[in-house]
């Protein structure tokens, strides 16, 4: 339930009189009532079962290709940024590391799935956002909160699912930019027994320098490919194939040395209705995950390679479904040079879903056991039950989650260093648990119009043994540095977001309060913001659009709460212009305030952002 600390919140919320709050309040005043009304999208990743965004119990947000063209953004961090609930951090300019948050949770504590397999790093234990761009994407689904008891270890704050690129036209776009960045995509699609979409791209870009007193520029480039086949086998069968490919190398500091990235997944997943009450579906995949760093003191290159499978099967009885499946899959990483690993882990688990929908009211309940080969057994499960009334939705929803030790946190290599007559032994620890979580959520849908949607949750999240690498006195003189279980968290947030249409206008508002304090030292967990606010309008004129973005986060900590970064506030100009129906051009002019802001810090210095900066694309069909 939520407790007195909700409360307080609350009264925190209306009371606050920051600028983010002024800024949200001022778009909201600019809605109008609506007129046309747009379909609820369908949804897969909140219960693995096809339902559309209204009749889902969880907090979700679908993005299509459409809305992905419209942001004009090169990274796909500058799309999740703008979504309720979702903090990003860079340390660089494009191509260097990222970071995102959901709900207040670690950055690992979220499941990335690409074309439904698991595609976060085994060694880390976090997705390389990095390696992603948005030319490679045809559609994003966010499930905010646990689901674990769906898809096991990692989706402790929410599940990312995004499925890779589906052009049916064959085009080409060129996009220039600041930081001499330039960018090509090629995709083309089509057949009909057999039908096919590729996507080819380049990226490369001079960069800007990474830290406040850098004054080198750092550069990036990368290649990417995305290939689909499908095929209707018969009436009951259909069979698709993907793969998505990206590689490329970033500069760095000289005393860091360059380093080299390749991501691969590969996935082939095969439907079958049995009968009219009766699905299965059977999906494997193969990922690859490797990083070389040319360090002049530690130079390596660490290689995952993950085989999975799933099978499951959905009933449908009267106006029940019941879902059972089994999941399995099986890392090995290896590590050469500067410590070597060469480990294996697997992970099997079988899982069990009952929906039922009762007129006015939903229940959703679902039960999971994982084993995994180094820490054994973990049970999971949630229940969330829905009452409709009218236009208005009412959600409550109860789930406990976990995140399994990295190969990192388990093996990494026994290595030692010797500074000032001090020495320092770092190791991996294999007697470390799961970090392990309980949520509560309270949403409530609205549709009082047409094309007014209003969604708003509180949800109250409790994580324990968290895997924090800490270092002892082990011997006069000898410090050992290992991961251990000795953290507590507890997250408390509000979430609202409004979109709304009239005539040619569009507004998108999305308004997070976030309470996520570390429980040893009552700090507000580092790079989370206590408020967030982003606005979207956008006025659409027959073939031309405009749109207005704006972006606020309040003060934040960084370097476990040792120090600030000031709250800050964005600004970003759109335009897009079909000439014809096969040429379109674009401009994107972000940042224009020149506003100097930081997302993250360390011990060599803050790591910069870019100024004012703007990017032109073309884009033609052929």
Known sequence: MITHEGVRLLEEIKMNKTRHVVLAALATSLALPATAEEQSPVIVTATRTAQTVDESLATVTVISRKEIESSQAVNLTDILKTQAGINVTTQGGIGKSQSVFIRGTESSHMLVLIDGIRASSATTGEFAWETLLAEQVERIEIVYGPRASLYGSDAIGGVISITTRESKKTSISVNY?????????????????????????????????????DTEDYGHKRGHLTATVKKQLNSDTGIEARINHSQGSNEHETSTGNSEFKKQVISTVLKNTISETWNQKFLIGHTIDQYTTFSPTTPSTITTKRKSASWQHDFFIN????????????????????????????????????????????????????????????????????????????????????????????????????????????????????????????SWKTKPTKNLTWNTSIYQTEIEDLIDWEGTL?????????????????????????????????????????????????????????????????????????????????????????????????????????????????????????????????????????????????????
């Open 177 to 213: 930019g600041s930081y001499n960045t330039q960018q090509t995509n090629i995709t083309t699609g089509g057949g009909e027994n057999w039908k096919y979409y590729l996507s080819a791209g380049l990226l490369t870009t001079d960069g800007f320098p990474t830290r406040e007193l």
């Open 319 to 442: 106006d029940h479904t019941t879902t059972i499946g089994v999941d399995y899959w099986e890392d090995h990483a290896t590590k050469n040079n500067s410590g070597v690993i060469d480990q294996v882990i697997d992970n099997s688990a079988i899982y069990l879903q009952q929906q039922w929908n009762m007129q006015n009211n939903d229940i959703v309940f679902n039960a999971r056991s994982d084993k995994h080969s180094e820490f054994g057994n973990k049970v999971t499960g949630s229940i969330a039950w829905g009452h409709t009334i009218g236009k208005n939705r009412l959600i409550l929803s109860y789930a406990t989650a976990f995140k399994a030790p990295s190969i990192n946190d388990l093996f990494w290599p026994y290595s030692t260093s010797v500074y000032f007559g001090t020495t320092y032994i770092t190791q991996g620890n294999t007697n470390i648990k799961p970090e392990s979580s309980k949520s509560t959520e309270i």
């Open 474 to 622: 082990t011997a006069p003189s000898e410090y050992t540095y290992m991961p251990t279980n000795i953290n507590s968290a507890s997250i408390l947030g509000f979430e609202t977001t409004i979109s709304y249409k009239i005539n040619d206008w569009k507004l998108d508002t999305n308004i997070t309060f976030l309470d996520a304090k570390n429980n040893e030292t009552g700090n507000q967990l580092d790079r989370r913001a206590r408020q967030s606010v982003t606005t979207t309008i956008t006025r659409y004129l027959g073939n031309k659009y405009f749109s207005i973005e704006a972006l606020s986060e309040s003060e934040r900590n960084d370097r476990d709460g040792a120090i600030k970064l000031d709250s800050y506030m964005l600004i970003n100009l759109l335009y897009s212009h079909n000439v014809n129906n096969s040429l379109k051009w674009n401009f994107r002019l972000d940042n224009i305030a020149d506003t100097d802001y930081t997302l993250a810090s360390s011990p060599s210095g803050d790591y910069r952002t870019p100024g004012r900066n703007a990017h032109l694309g073309i884009n033609y069909i052929f």
